[in-house]
């Protein structure tokens, strides 16, 4: 998939939204601009700039459609990537929601797409839940992804969580990415740092690297946040 492939698809999900809002009712529900900034603690010329936004819109009582957006700018490859995703779901329960999505990638030469699974949920504590399982094709090698996020609230400003994801491609390619999370909520912005590990398996080398991110995250909309988190390789590696 070429970048133009990319283009496409953020265009025709902004028309498909559009053309369901008069006989769906659309309304949007939230969104949020991500900036952000991650490098491994052992090099700094592995490191990643990244801008994101993802927009999300409340079909009906119970069906939603989110739009995501991506630029990153890697140091090592002195190159841009770019990413664009589309969500559909259902709200099975006020707080809880069950969708699919389709994402699409391109860095140089390189193109990736995935198809995937995934769900979130608030709990009565406050805790917000996210798990996804997804299908990735990237030329001839083709693997699985899954993730989990879990965010706690220590009080209406302050939040931790964790997050872990993993990656299992062909050719003996495997990486787990485990993180920590801290933010700190103001209105309508919210200032996040992370701390993790990125461990990888490649043909039986196997090697593992801190990272470290930083970001800011403005929110709008009537619930300041979309549905689900962004998915995607990029969003995954911290650098390169």
Do not use: C, W
């Amino acid at each position: 998939m070429t970048r133009a492939r990319l283009a496409a698809l953020a265009t025709g999900s902004a028309m498909f939204a559009a053309l369901l809002a008069p006989a769906a009712h659309a309304e949007f529900k939230g969104g949020t601009v991500d900036l952000s900034y991650s490098t491994f603690t052992d090099d700094d010329d592995l490191s990643k700039y990244g801008a994101s936004g993802q927009f999300d819109f409340q079909l009906g009582p119970m069906f939603g459609l989110q739009g995501d957006l991506a630029a990153r700018q890697l140091d090592f490859l002195d190159d841009t990537s770019t990413a664009a995703g589309l969500h559909g779901y259902v709200m099975t329960m006020p707080d809880t929601a069950v969708g699919a999505f389709y994402q699409a990638e391109g860095l140089q030469d390189y193109d990736s797409e995935q198809l995937g699974l995934e769900a979130a949920t608030t709990l009565y504590s406050g805790v917000k839940l996210q798990g996804y399982v997804s299908r990735a094709f990237a030329g001839d090698v083709n693997g699985n992804i899954l993730g989990a996020q879990a965010d706690y609230p220590l009080s209406e400003s302050v939040a931790i969580g964790g997050k872990v994801d993993y990656m299992n491609l062909e050719h003996g390619t495997e990486a787990t990415r485990l993180a920590l999370t801290a933010s700190y909520s103001l209105p309508g912005v919210s200032f996040y740092t992370e701390l993790g590990k990125l461990n990888g398996d490649v043909d039986g080398y196997d090697d593992g690297d801190t990272f470290v991110g930083l970001g800011a995250k403005f929110r709008f909309g009537r619930e300041q946040q979309a549905t689900f988190g962004e998915r995607g390789l990029g969003s995954l590696l911290p650098g390169f």
